[in-house]
């Protein structure tokens, strides 16, 4: 597998908005997920106003709010988009050189090579999921945490903060919380998305901060921009 210029971990709302527009702009990207069938796929349907020009926005269609219908349409532009390549595995750890990150390993087995790794693994380190009286570990309904990677982080001396987080019972789901880490405030730079301790390392999302659908696709456009800028 050829290296990336940007390679985006986690293929929920902020992840693909910054993996979208970088592609948009030339940006040779990989953006990796545990799941395809998980793409951009919300809990509830996304509500405007979305931030302008944003995948969020051309996603969204208010004659048809069906998730998957929703998650579909966000699939099918991200794979229409010629500079990304959306890809289906599991990241275990980083790839070092130094004290930089060229890239990720993966429990598939091939090495995944990247000038600038992003992390958007959202409420997937170190989770735990909760129905009643059931617990399993995983970041959301029917889907695996990283515990692999979750573990790398740790030995590599990153710190993390508990959060919690609940989903609402619907019509064909039940509800249930989640507790799992994120990032440290000290471990992360909000101007630059960086996480401190290694160069070439970013973070965006869940895992360093909390919020709805909107405040994810905005903060994935801001990541964009600035490794827009950093790339030149």
Same mark, same amino acid.
């Given at each position: ?85 959306? @890809? ?7 790839? /070092? ?13 091939? $090495? ?15 989770? %735990? ?11 959301? /309904? ?13 030995? /590599?001396?990153?710190? @993390? ?12 789901? $039940?509800?249930? %919380?989640?507790?799992? %880490? ?21 973070? /965006? ?28």
């Amino acid at each position: 597998m050829g290296a990336y210029q940007v390679l985006i971990v986690g293929a929920g709302f902020a992840g693909s908005e910054a993996a979208y527009r970088l592609a948009r702009e030339g940006v040779r990207v990989g953006l990796l997920t545990q799941s395809l069938d998980s793409v951009m796929m919300p809990f509830l349907p996304p509500r405007p106003p979305f931030p302008e020009g944003s995948l969020l926005e051309r996603a969204y269609d208010p004659a048809d709010e069906r998730l998957w219908a929703f998650h579909a349409r966000a699939k099918y532009l991200l794979e229409a988009e010629r500079n990304l390549h959306l @890809f289906q595995a599991t990241a275990t750890g980083l790839l /070092l050189e130094g004290h930089g990150v060229v890239g990720v390993s993966t429990w598939e087995g091939p $090495p995944v090579r990247a000038e600038r790794v992003v992390l958007a693994v959202g409420s997937f380190l170190g989770a %735990r999921l909760r129905i009643g009286e059931v617990e399993e570990e995983a970041g959301r /309904l029917s889907e695996a945490s990283y515990p692999d990677l979750f573990q790398h982080l740790l030995a /590599l001396g990153f710190r @993390f903060l508990e959060r919690e987080g609940e989903v609402p019972e619907t019509p064909t789901t $039940p509800g249930y %919380r989640v507790r799992y %880490r994120a990032f440290h405030p000290e471990e992360w730079e909000a101007a630059t998305f960086r996480l401190l301790r290694l160069e070439g390392l970013y973070a /965006l999302g869940l895992c360093v901060r909390e919020g709805d659908y909107a405040l994810m696709s905005q903060e994935g456009l801001r990541l964009a921009e600035h490794l827009l800028h950093e790339l030149g």
